[in-house]
């Protein structure tokens, strides 16, 4: 049986691909099939070849291979690389450069000679690429071919910078840059005209004479594209999809990249399935969308005909299961999100007691809290609940230079207009001094860190504004200033100690019943994976104190995805009217508006995109038969193994009740079907 799932696993994904809990997990795994290869090479007194790639995908490969090189004594004195790519024009000292990105996450610390470094060069003339690319796949001959090639996968389905439209035979190259590409880049340029139109890379034949190849992706961004370049056609409009062909190539996915795999999405299709109430709950409302009909109109056929009649047989009826699964989802849907005094809470999402909480709402960014739960927030504070907000970081690199000069000049002109303030002075002095940093764009440390006060304060100054709207006093207002983010560049520093120990004093202070955390792991810049991760950390600093045990973790989705409606485990209708003062809200965060400096794939306004999302969400319940709202935000609880279950702390069973281990990700959240074997 085991070999036959295998089998039809491996008919629908045609690259063996293994599936991590964490980026993190995944990486260290690549990082020490690395080093071992090293190390046999090292043996064998041979130099061993790697092509390596830039972006996201591969930085905790890099972290984990220079740990290994301070504490385990890896060498890479007989390492030899060659990077995929560059962009055109680029000078290796630029912020943007990959040579500069090389040296930040490995090549500076590790004992690699720079001789044996090899970047493609983004300041010749145009007239020299042509030969200098030939050179490049000499130079790889010359060494023997590479030996383990690094890959990360672009939107566009593009590896290295092989855009669609590539081909398998394509070498070393200079080449245009697509559009949604240059796009991407933008979080690392600050604006678009300041990205470059062309890049030079390795082609996919120079790829795929790599004798090991490890494809990285990691998070839900990118899980369609995955989804594509493992399961479907090959063709040149998915350059990554030539990987296929590959004798040796191995994708290593986290879960968040995994979840639109057949495996995942619908494993009824490929083998027979451990059916639990999840997952029952995710094949109907599967089976609602295919069919366009309301859950309980779905009949004995409707399951036959599309793979699940196996639902059939254990439940005895269509009937029955769609009972089923309609209660669940309907008792997600409630308009009191902190619980409803008095109520009957045996069904509802959330407990009745204490009929006042004590909340938290953990924002990533200063507006996330607005944009992505602004109706609930507001719910919260009319009904009595004692709100505090908490905005995890400054959010400063998201504004424009041009709002840091308005606010600059207003100090100046203020400064002018008001005698007791004096016209001149150090303080003048040095706002003059930020203004000309500003106009000449500066990247000196002690100029960003400057300007990155002020563009801090322009955030903070919004948040106020939004959070005063929902009604809170500024004493529940608070703002962490993680310093993991503070770097004023888009790359950040690893969570540390300081940051976790930020949200656990809070906590601490608040001692609250209810916590809401952003579970957006999509977010294209890490911010709010990175916060998220920081405030798992903290419950397991707090855990051991007795009002942890009834501190609610509620998940919320940012402005780039919705929980799938079978995740969902709190519903909170939103009406017409407080739809518009959440759109009210979202306006106060003026540098936002309009075309923020890192908007995403998405070229909507975040009011839009949250207006949109909460309205689709109310279509998608109507449409599985539910009732008709304005609009919804959705929730889905994080449970850990310490902590009492639901029924437990609403009082309707003893004890504490098993919950879903710590760390597991939300009811349904984590790819867990039991339908076939990870390959």
């Not at 340029?189 to 790599?210: L, N």
């Not at 793979?307 to 409630?334: C, M, P, W």
Request: glycine share 8%; aromatic share 8%; hydrophobic share 35%.
């Amino acid at each position: 049986m085991r070999n036959f799932l295998k089998y039809q696993l491996r008919s629908v994904e045609k690259m063996p691909v293994k599936i991590w809990p964490k980026a993190k997990d995944g990486s260290a795994h690549v990082a020490r099939s690395i080093a071992l290869a090293m190390r046999q090479k090292q043996q064998e007194n041979k130099p061993i070849v790697l092509g390596l790639a830039t972006g996201s995908s591969p930085i905790q490969v890099y972290r984990e291979l220079v740990r290994m090189h301070k504490e385990e004594d890896l060498s890479f004195a007989n390492v030899v690389t060659f990077n995929l790519d560059e962009y055109y024009p680029m000078q290796p000292g630029a912020a943007q450069s990959y040579v500069r990105f090389m040296n930040e996450h490995l090549f500076d610390h590790v004992d690699i000679k720079r001789e044996n470094i090899h970047i493609p060069d983004g300041t010749l003339d145009m007239d020299e690429v042509e030969a200098y690319c030939e050179q490049y796949e000499r130079k790889i001959g010359t060494y023997g071919g590479i030996d383990i090639q690094l890959l990360g996968i672009g939107r566009t389905g593009h590896i290295g910078f092989n855009e669609p439209g590539s081909w398998e035979d394509s070498s070393t190259r200079m080449v245009r840059l697509d559009g949604i590409t240059r796009q991407d880049a933008i979080k690392d340029f600050g604006q678009e005209a300041d990205v470059p139109y062309r890049a030079i890379t390795m082609g996919i034949k120079t790829i795929m004479k790599s004798r090991k190849i490890y494809l990285l992706g990691w998070g839900q961004h990118k899980a369609e594209i995955l989804q594509r370049a493992i399961e479907g056609e090959v063709t040149p409009n998915i350059p990554a999809t030539f990987l296929q062909h590959h004798p040796d190539v191995s994708v290593h996915l986290d879960y968040g990249a995994a979840e639109m795999l057949t495996r995942f999405d619908a494993p009824w299709l490929i083998g027979i399935c451990n059916w639990d109430d999840d997952l029952v709950c995710k094949a109907v409302t599967w089976l609602s969308k295919q069919t366009e009909k309301p859950i309980l109109k779905l009949t004995n056929e409707d399951y036959g005909e599309h793979g699940l009649s196996d639902l059939t047989v254990e439940y005895a009826s269509a009937y029955d299961i769609n009972i089923k699964i309609f209660n669940r989802l309907q008792h997600t849907i409630t308009g009191w999100p902190g619980g409803k005094p008095g109520a009957d809470d045996t069904t509802r999402p959330e407990r009745k007691s204490p009929e006042r909480k004590r909340v938290i709402i953990f924002s990533p960014h200063p507006d996330d809290d607005v944009i992505s739960m602004g109706g609930t927030f507001l719910r919260l504070v009319e009904q009595g609940h004692e709100v505090h907000v908490a905005y995890q970081t400054s959010g400063n690199i998201a504004v424009h230079d041009y709002h840091a000069r308005h606010f600059l000049e207003f100090c100046l002109e203020l400064q002018d207009m008001i005698p007791e303030m004096g016209p001149n002075g150090p303080y003048r002095d040095k706002v003059e001094q930020m203004l000309k940093q500003l106009l000449n764009n500066s990247t000196s440390a002690k100029s960003i860190r400057e300007t990155g006060i002020v563009k801090g304060l322009i955030r903070r100054g919004e948040a106020r504004a939004g959070a005063r709207l929902c009604g809170l006093p500024d004493e529940q207002i608070h703002f962490l200033d993680m310093p993991f983010y503070e770097t004023g560049l888009t790359r950040k520093k690893p969570l540390s100690e300081k940051d976790i120990s930020i949200i656990a004093d809070l906590m601490r202070e608040v001692k609250p019943h209810q916590v809401y955390a952003a579970g957006d792991l999509a977010d294209p810049h890490g911010t709010h994976a990175t916060c998220l991760e920081a405030i798992f950390q903290a419950y397991e600093m707090v855990k051991g104190e007795d009002w942890a045990q009834a501190a609610w973790l509620w998940l919320y989705r940012g402005a780039w995805h919705e929980w799938p409606v079978h995740e969902i485990e709190m519903a909170v209708p939103i009406s017409p009217i407080e739809l518009l003062k959440k759109r009210d809200a979202i306006f106060r965060h003026q540098s936002q508006k309009d075309r923020p400096p890192f908007p995403g794939n998405d070229a909507r306004e975040f009011w839009q995109r949250a207006e949109d999302r909460n309205k689709n969400l109310a279509t998608e319940y109507r449409a599985l038969g539910l009732a008709e709202y304005e609009a919804m935000e959705a929730f889905s609880r994080w449970k850990f193994d310490w902590q009492p279950s639901a029924a437990a702390a609403k009082g309707l069973e003893p004890g504490k009740g098993k919950a879903a281990p710590s760390g597991s990700k939300p009811r349904g959240g984590k790819p867990k079907s039991k339908a076939a074997p990870t390959a």
